[in-house]
């Protein structure tokens, strides 16, 4: 019987060697190969809420290597707000950014931060914004419906385009105003004599051009980036309440990434959410610029006018939520953390 040299079984068994650490490293160089897409939607266009996402999407690219491409879908191209959150919660669309109101119907302390008076400038909006305890809070509350907050960005105070010229707060009396689907909001109008209609974005613009409704509630960075001077030339800067939007993510889509991917996304919308903030006062400030260069007037109260409409407004938060324990704890919490960072 002939034997084989030490050295041709020596060869052998580097080559058989070589060829299962090949196979055992497959998946895992397939894991690191294969590209990940993000849809990301709201229902805005070139404001904040794009702006946030544009950022976000460039940054998870590069930090990621490639291996997670943002896709954007601003202006309700994915369909109305409902869809959009609906998408997110079945994992076909990975990230939407709204006002946390709009998702009030899958937890009510979504509605928390829109309490009318919590804030009055919008540096304590965003310190209170980043405190670890509304984070927690607020970023939890999807979670068994499918989602996960991952970020904030500031909006602005609120303030109401209207058809006619309203100076004082008694102008604002039998008139009707688009809100949020907030019962914050709903409340606040009613207190300010008016009828409230919840109606999303896409509604708005059409309602005010055919008189269904007399002006809307919102922010100024929606009514100059969405043309409302075709509509109205008239914003009264009413101020409340403060708006923000939190921008929430497919879990499902989310746990699907490998670990350290899912630290890339956190980490970076966390860092985007901060470094978006200087852009943010920018931008709100010019749009009051624009507003006025294409014929629009910028209204205010007077003094005392502004000062009774606080006094109306500002227990509503604790009003509606005091027979409604966990929603009532979350405005507490929201509220002290307002006092803690005026």
């Not at 299962?20 to 849809?39: H, Y």
């Not at 209170?128 to 991952?150: H, S, Y």
């Not at 923000?244 to 966390?270: E, F, H, T």
Request: proline letters at 6%; aromatic letters at 8%.
């Amino acid at each position: 019987m002939k034997t084989r040299p030490r050295a041709s079984l020596t060869c052998i068994g580097l080559v058989l060697a070589g060829a299962i650490a090949m196979l055992a490293s497959t998946p895992a160089a397939r894991a690191q190969d294969k590209v990940f897409v993000m849809k990301m939607s709201t229902a805005t266009i070139n404001d904040t809420q794009h702006e946030w996402l544009k950022r976000f999407a460039a940054a998870v690219e590069k930090d990621s290597g490639g291996r997670i491409k943002g896709e954007i879908y601003p202006a309700s191209q994915l369909g109305p707000i409902p869809r959009q959150i609906e998408g997110v919660q079945f994992g076909s669309v990975q990230v939407y950014i709204g006002p946390p109101e709009f998702l009030s119907g899958i937890d009510v302390r979504y509605e928390a931060l829109s309490a009318p008076g919590l804030f009055t400038s919008q540096d304590q909006a965003v310190r209170v914004i980043n405190d670890p305890a509304v984070q927690q809070l607020m970023f939890g509350l999807g979670e068994k419906k499918g989602l996960e907050g991952i970020g904030f960005a500031p909006i602005g105070p609120s303030s109401t385009a209207t058809k006619g010229e309203w100076r004082h707060l008694a102008d604002f009396k039998g008139k009707k105003i688009r809100v949020l689907a907030s019962p914050f909001q709903l409340e606040m109008i009613k207190r300010m004599d008016a009828s409230p209609i919840a109606m999303t974005l896409g509604d708005v613009l059409p309602a005010l051009q055919q008189g269904a409704i007399d002006g809307a509630l919102g922010a100024i960075v929606v009514w100059t980036t969405m043309q409302y001077q075709d509509a109205t030339k008239y914003v009264v800067l009413n101020e409340q309440p403060y708006l923000n939007s939190i921008i929430v993510m497919s879990k499902k889509w989310l746990a699907s990434l490998p670990p350290d991917l899912q630290k890339i996304v956190r980490d970076d919308a966390a860092q985007v959410s901060k470094d978006i903030v200087p852009f943010v006062k920018e931008w709100v400030a010019r749009q009051y610029d624009i507003w006025k260069s294409r014929g629009g007037q910028v209204i205010t109260f007077p003094p005392e006018e502004q000062a009774a409409m606080l006094a109306k407004i500002t227990s509503i938060g604790e009003d509606l939520s005091k027979d409604k324990p966990e929603l009532n704890a979350a405005v507490k919490l929201v509220f002290d953390s307002a006092k803690r960072h005026k």
